[in-house]
């Protein structure tokens, strides 16, 4: 903002895979404008296209202008489980949260102001430092006092200036093995990666590495060859994965296969 205090900000996660870049495009143009004419805080949104445990949700309110459908954000509800995932998808009035924003950058600031004083002061610390000496050594200070907490808890989940565009374009977020499983050659009902050979199986996910791996009257399973880690855990579990990295933590003896 000391450049520009005019600035819009595009935050997008780097594990995302597009299509339609066309209509990507435009439906970023079109944030920009609601972030600009309406000072909000812009969502991007997916249609649902299955009862998704391991993305959050977002309840469409009233439409706003705009080629491409545009609402005001009534809820966000994270993560459901499976039921009520189904829900969701039934009811037709709720998006999947793809963790795309677009807003002014003085307008995030004031919501952050708002709604997470601590995080805000510790950015304003770092702000005042921009382009000296100290800037660095601000930074990491000012870093290891800030809370760990997402924006959608943070402030998205209790702005009153929160948009939610219903996107177009193909999207898969490719940050879990469910996700990779898409994307990999199907083999038998199954989906493979690397040296592997599967009989009698179904709906696994197999990413073979160097070594050759063998399946036979196995189901539902996600198999990864890291080398010198193996994985094997149940596929309709994978949004576990984090809760099983942090119990390795714990047990340090696992430090340097983490």
């Avoid at 003085?106 to 702000?127: G, I, S």
């Avoid at 000012?142 to 177009?168: H, N, P």
């Amino acid at each position: 903002m000391k450049k520009d205090k005019d600035a819009i900000m595009v935050v997008l996660p780097s594990d995302h895979f597009i299509n339609q870049e066309s209509i990507f495009v435009e439906t970023v143009k079109q944030a920009v404008e609601i972030a600009e004419r309406r000072r909000g805080l812009i969502t991007i949104g997916i249609k649902p296209t299955r009862p998704e445990t391991g993305y959050g949700y977002i309840q469409m309110g009233n439409r706003v202008r705009g080629n491409i459908p545009t609402f005001k954000v009534t809820r966000f509800t994270e993560k459901p489980n499976l039921e009520i995932a189904k829900d969701f998808l039934m009811d037709g009035n709720y998006l999947w949260n793809s963790g795309m924003f677009v807003w002014r950058a003085d307008v995030y600031l004031r919501e952050m102001q708002k709604y997470l004083p601590e995080m805000y002061n510790c950015l304003m610390e770092v702000y005042k430092t921009i382009g000296t000496d100290e800037e660095e050594k601000t930074i990491n200070r000012q870093y290891d006092l800030i809370e760990g907490i997402s924006v959608d808890f943070g402030i998205m989940q209790k702005t009153r200036k929160a948009y939610v565009i219903k996107s177009e374009f193909q999207w898969d977020d490719i940050g879990s093995f469910s996700a990779m499983a898409r994307f990999a050659e199907n083999y038998r009902g199954n989906s493979i990666k690397g040296k592997t050979f599967l009989e009698q199986s179904e709906n696994c996910f197999v990413l073979g590495k160097e070594k050759l791996i063998i399946g036979f009257g196995i189901k539902d399973l996600i198999i990864v060859d890291a080398g010198d880690v193996l994985l094997v855990m149940d596929k309709n579990r994978d949004q576990e994965i984090k809760h099983l990295v942090n119990l390795l933590k714990e047990k340090h003896k696992y430090d340097e296969y983490l």
